[in-house]
Each structure stands twice: as C-alpha cells, then as structure tokens.
C-alpha cells in the first residue's frame, strides 16, 4: 500500500517539477521578447527621426522661395523689354537677386547633403540592428528549443521509470492477491 502512495507522490511531485519548469521558461522567454521589444522601439525611433529630417515642407520652401525669385525675374525681363527701367538700375537689381539664388542653391545643396548622410547612416544603423535582432532571436531560440527538448526527454524517462514502477507494483499485487493471505485480504 505505501508503495502505491509513494509512486502517486512521486508522480506528482514529477508533474509538479515539471509545471514549474515549464513556468519558469515561460517567464525568461517573456523576458526575452521585452527586451527584443525595447531594440524595436529604439529602431522605431530612429526611422522617426530619419522621416523628420527627411521631411520635404523645407525643401518645399525652399522651391517656393525660387520660384518667386523666378517669377521676379521674368517680370524684370518684360520691364527691360518695355524699356521702363535703365540699364544700370536693371544690372545692380538682377545681381542682387542672383546672389540670393546662389545662396539658396547652395543652401539647398547643403541640406541635401546633410539629409542623404543622415539617410545613410539610419539606413546602415538599421540594418544592423535588424541583423543584430535577427541573430540574437535566432541564438535564443535555438537555447531555448535544446532546453525544452532536454526538459522533455527527462520528463519522459522518468514517466518511463514510473509506468515500469507501477508494473512491478501490479505483478507484485497479483502475486499478493493469488496467495493464501493476499485471498482473505482481497476479499
């Protein structure tokens, strides 16, 4: 009779063994994937900053802001055409104004510069922190498979201990039961 009641408390504090370590893998894994969320955010954050610098209203001002240079100058042209304006008030204002041209040139060249660095370097950081990610999920999960499937051959040698524990504690109950004590007491 003890026998049974010590292969039920073994088989239990098998199951529970098992349920605990099943828990505690559940929770490094929930571990991991925090922080596999946290180098998302921080990428996610550098693809925001990317599309801030690479917004296009500054370029778009900057466009506008020529195009009425332009359109200055086209009505300067009609104005010399016309005869309006004398030769050397005309020269000292187009001057002027392809000065400024100039310098919104080459501002605008700056800043194209400066947005395709900025482009490149984000695009380099995010692909290696996707390879990074990719390798560090791939390594993790491979950890964790070989430690379950570990766990898992445990588990089923000893279900295999207990059901040929259990069998022994039969045949030893069937010797029991045919003999002269065991028929008075099964009775």
């Known amino acids: ?3 049974i009641i010590n292969a039920i408390i073994i088989g239990l504090l098998g199951c529970g063994c098992f349920t605990a370590g099943l828990y505690y893998a559940t929770l490094e894994f929930e571990n991991q994937v925090n922080v596999w969320d946290s180098n998302y955010q ?3 954050d550098k693809v925001y900053a990317f599309e801030k610098v690479s917004d296009p209203k500054t370029i778009r001002l900057y466009v506008k802001e ?15 055409e016309s005869g309006q304006i ?3 008030t005309l020269d000292s204002f187009i001057d ?3 000065k400024r041209i100039g310098d919104i040139n080459g501002r605008i060249l700056l800043l194209q510069n400066e947005i395709y660095d900025v482009a490149a370097d984000i695009r380099t ?5 996707t390879n990074d990610l990719n390798s560090i999920v791939t390594a993790e999960l491979k950890i964790n498979r070989k430690f379950t499937e570990e766990q898992i051959e ?3 040698v000893k279900i295999d201990n207990l059901i040929n524990y259990i069998d022994e504690v ?3 109950l069937d010797i029991i039961k045919d003999s002269k004590v065991g028929k008075r007491i099964f009775e």
Not at 125 to 129: H, P
């Open 1 to 3: 009779m003890s026998k």
């Open 42 to 44: 921080i990428i996610t």
């Open 66 to 80: 020529l195009n009425k240079i332009l359109d200055d100058i086209k009505f300067l042209g009609k104005i010399v």
């Open 86 to 88: 004398s030769d050397n």
């Open 96 to 98: 002027k104004h392809q």
């Open 125 to 129: 950081s995010l692909i290696n922190n």
């Open 154 to 156: 445990e588990i089923i």
């Open 170 to 172: 039969r045949a030893e």
